[in-house]
């Protein structure tokens, strides 16, 4: 059997001496997508900085691909393929879309081979591509954050809140990226508090509440289950 592309393992985690993961178990298969879903404060965030090697676990186990990276640091596993795009994109505002995107060539790929596919898969980038990335919408700083973390060709891609203040149209566009690259092969485990906006391209879903996975299952299942779990039903 082909190991998981992530794996989690009864994780406790948090900040100082606060614990917000309390034995979180989770896995993402190679080339599928996996919703994690709940409220603000559930530790959905707090899992992906633990799975990208920002939080280091007080107990538990994290796997990659059946290797124990538990306490690797975040450099070592974007080097080995994990890339993180955070809340709130993480691009810089005041460079050009041009300049964001040179950016990802210190890390190996031809400044040709970035530019090529960047707006191969988002061509609004390429007609913005002299543009300050600060004025640009927030959904094209969203495809520009996708592009230069595609750009590194990741192995696990986590997402944090991909459709935080977007339209529904440029949600759904964004999402079925999503899914072309997992179709792709590409493993993603992306993180949203609107469900409806990842159901439709999830493989399966995962509800956390108060630091637990509590639910999970396929994606039209924890649908039907969401609104009660939402409410402590």
């Not at 792709?184 to 956390?208: H, K, N, P, Y």
């Not at 396929?218 to 939402?230: F, G, K, R």
Request: charged fraction near 20%; hydrophobic fraction near 45%; include cysteine.
């Amino acid at each position: 059997m082909i190991p998981p592309a992530l794996e989690l393992d009864a994780v406790h985690a948090g900040y100082g001496d606060i614990d917000v993961l309390h034995g979180v178990d989770l896995a993402v298969a190679p080339g599928e997508v996996v919703a994690l879903l709940g409220p603000n404060g559930a530790g959905k965030t707090t899992t992906l900085a633990v799975a990208s090697g920002q939080i280091r676990p007080r107990s538990g186990v994290v796997r990659m691909v059946g290797h124990d990276v538990t306490g690797t640091p975040a450099d070592a596993l974007a080097r080995a393929g994990v890339c993180l795009i955070p809340e709130g994109r993480g691009i810089f505002p005041n460079l050009t879309v041009r300049e964001n995107l040179r950016m990802v060539t210190y890390s190996g790929p031809s400044w040709a081979e970035v530019e090529e596919r960047a707006y191969a898969r988002f061509p609004r980038l390429g007609e913005r591509r002299n543009q300050l990335a600060g004025t640009l919408s927030g959904g094209e700083q969203q495809m520009l954050a996708m592009s230069r973390a595609l750009a590194t060709e990741p192995a696990l891609l986590l997402l944090d809140e991909l459709s935080m203040g977007l339209a529904p149209l440029i949600v759904e566009d964004l999402y079925q990226r999503v899914a072309e690259l997992a179709a792709e092969g590409l493993s993603i485990l992306i993180v949203e508090q609107f469900a409806q906006a990842v159901l439709g391209v999830a493989d399966r879903a995962a509800v956390m509440l108060q630091g637990r996975i509590r639910r999970i299952g396929p994606p039209d299942e924890i649908a039907d289950q969401l609104a009660a779990t939402y409410l402590g039903g």
